[in-house]
């Protein structure tokens, strides 16, 4: 087969999201509530998500039917296509084949419209008027500005103050489909407060973000909280983009050696590779490799420990791969993976050696980016360019290996980012050991 894409047909995007906790080896620990300290109940999750989202959250089914109305949404972008990266491979002169998933074909740019027009239909379901979220660089707050619009939701984005001022366009996107848009932190809730009189230049953080999102939504009855990454019901909806890949590389003849994505929250990964570990696990064949920044490395060198998933505590306790829920990370233009802890599914994948985990510097990622983009034409974004730096380089080993990874998003607007790389502004962060030691010491204690 000499094909640039392998693509499919509407009718084949999947009919039902998988969920792999039936598959596991192992049971997850459940999320506990920090105050009562014994596992989370439903109820106590009813302040701030539909009942729908809270079941798909702790379903055991191992198949969820996708609605109707979700399915010909879905349909303006998916089934993304599956690239072959044959000018790439004749530039790295790699006997690999190199494969990647374009989720950036969606109309937000990136995988998050695949759960963000979810969140968006159950909250309308259930009487919801209004969602409130947090965003790093600006991917997950366009998304679900784009599905509230859809949905004819109020939207409003707490955006992580380094990013608001990095990426002024994803304000704008998240303008043009009527969202607010509000540098975090910020003086419109008590941590955002708080976090300010401690520190007047803070420049925000994803777990920062979170907590005023959270805040705000838990005193209005009539509002949520939506969240982009981590939470397994988000995983779920993203095993779409994994689903669809398994069949194009059937199609394609291939098997993969390597399946590879960056790793934030954790969504783009485990929707990625989730529909292939029930098989990994009979035969562990194949290398699954999650790939995250080095300036905020919580797999590789994060604990797993009950940790809150946002700085404030307002969020229960979950057991995660976490760098402390006080860890701020450098201002890294990766905004999306400026996160402390990582998605407690994948967290029990890598403590259990079913994943591995490898930390990436931003110079040498936006070397790989720029490799990438010069061969195959696209653009990655900051985040995804983690992904596309671990592909080069095993495609560099130079073996007849099959190297497929998840293109999570384009960075057209994030090409002030680029410049600066091109102009040689660009650092590297040193690793923050003493802040991470130091916030690693402030862990709850179950
Ligand atoms: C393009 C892109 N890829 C990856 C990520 C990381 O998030 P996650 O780990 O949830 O996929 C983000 C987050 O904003 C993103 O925008």
Request: charged share 25%.
């Amino acid at each position: 087969m000499d094909d640039f894409k392998v693509v499919l047909d509407e009718k084949e995007i999947p009919y039902q999201w998988y969920n792999v906790v039936r598959d596991l080896p192992f049971q997850l620990p459940p999320p506990i509530n920090p105050g009562t300290k014994k596992p989370l109940t439903k109820d106590d999750l009813r302040p701030i998500f539909p009942l729908s989202l809270i079941e798909q959250e702790v379903s055991q089914d191992s198949w969820i039917a996708i609605p109707n109305e979700i399915r010909d949404i879905y349909r303006m972008w998916r089934p993304t296509p599956l690239r072959r990266a044959r000018r790439l491979e004749k530039l790295l002169k790699t006997k690999s084949r190199i494969y990647y998933k374009d989720e950036s074909v969606s109309p937000t740019g990136s995988h998050k419209a695949n759960t963000a027009i979810v969140q968006a239909y159950y909250n309308k379901k259930e009487g919801i008027k209004r969602l409130v979220t947090e965003t790093g660089a600006g991917q997950w707050g366009s998304a679900l500005s784009f599905a509230c619009n859809i949905f004819s939701l109020s939207c409003r984005v707490y955006m992580v103050k380094v990013s608001y001022h990095q990426k002024p366009f994803r304000k704008s996107l998240m303008h043009i489909w009527g969202a607010e848009v509000i540098p975090s932190p910020s003086e419109k809730t008590e941590c955002g407060r708080k976090i300010l009189s401690l520190d007047p230049h803070c420049q925000g953080s994803l777990g920062i973000a979170i907590s005023e999102a959270v805040e705000e939504a838990a005193k209005d009855k009539l509002a949520n909280y939506s969240l982009g990454s981590v939470l397994n019901h988000v995983l779920l909806h993203q095993t779409v983009i994994g689903l669809e890949t398994r069949k194009q590389l059937k199609k394609a003849g291939e098997k993969p050696d390597y399946l590879v994505a960056c790793v934030g929250g954790g969504s783009n990964f485990g929707g990625f590779v989730l529909p292939f570990i029930k098989e990994h696990l009979k035969n562990r064949k194949i290398k699954i490799i999650a790939v995250e920044p080095s300036a905020c490395p919580s797999l590789t060198r994060g604990l797993y420990r009950y940790d809150f998933g946002d700085t404030a505590m307002l969020t229960p306790l979950v057991k995660m791969f976490t760098l402390g829920h006080k860890f701020i990370p450098p201002g890294i233009h990766a905004g999306g993976l400026r996160y402390h802890g990582c998605s407690p599914l994948i967290s029990a994948l890598a403590e259990n050696g079913i994943i591995e985990s490898i930390s990436c510097r931003q110079l040498e990622v936006f070397k790989a980016a720029v490799t990438f983009a010069q061969a195959e034409g696209i653009i990655p974004a900051p985040e995804t360019a983690h992904a596309v730096k671990v592909a080069i380089d095993l495609a560099r080993q130079n073996k007849e290996k099959c190297i497929v990874f998840n293109f999570s998003g384009h960075g057209f607007l994030d090409l002030s980012s680029y410049d600066k790389f091109l102009s040689g502004e660009l650092k590297n962060y040193a690793y923050p050991l003493n802040e991470i030691k130091r916030s690693l010491k402030d862990l709850p204690k179950l």
